[in-house]
């Protein structure tokens, strides 16, 4: 079945370190690959995706490469600030399933410090 | 509008009341969904809603249950609830179709913080 195995945390990084969160899935056909950011007391919200493989997305700073030969979708920033910091999720749609399901990995922790 | 609007964004409720959590979308979205999402977790899918008829459901218990009046609306009727079922209740929206080349984004409201007290 579908799958996503995201990296634990948390991560408590400094203010201008540089971020990366591991992100692996398994899927049975096409998926297209999201992450999620949730703000304390928000809902979460799309920071990026990619839809097929060597697509990279980007938003705000964080990129992410969809990698076909390793199942992969890190996330990465060159340089955190402390309005980054919030929970992470990685997810998937696999568009060769009739349904209309989404699989989301168990979130990673970001906190940056000043 | 690329929102999904979720009322009422907290609840308190007893474990022998009644009530409900709307949730609203005008992005022309055909699929709908409930997910419940406790401290520190991702969110878990509850029910699906594609083209108005209900299409998954996740085992919820009964004393949850989904209604989607029309294409824009989605309800979730809340009976004789339980302490444990206080958590973040989250709304999203999807495009709903088998599009390959679409990023067929789930689009989320800000949720619903419910309390079982």
Redesign the interface.
Known sequence: GDSVTQMEGPVTLSEEAFLTINCTYTATG?P?L?W?VQYPG?????LL?A?KADDKGSNKGFEATYRKETTSFHLEKGSVQVSDSA?Y?C?L?D?SN?????Y????T?LTVIP | DTEVTQTPKHLVMGMTNKKSLKCEQHMGHRAMYWYKQKAKKPPELMFVYSYEKLSINESVPSRFSPECPNSSLLNLHLHALQPEDSALYLCASSQGNREVSGANVLTFGAGSRLTVL
């Open positions: 096409y297209s999201f999620y928000e809902g979460l919200q799309l995706k839809t929970v999720f997810a749609r568009l009739t349904g209309n399901q989404f989301f990995g168990t979130g922790s």
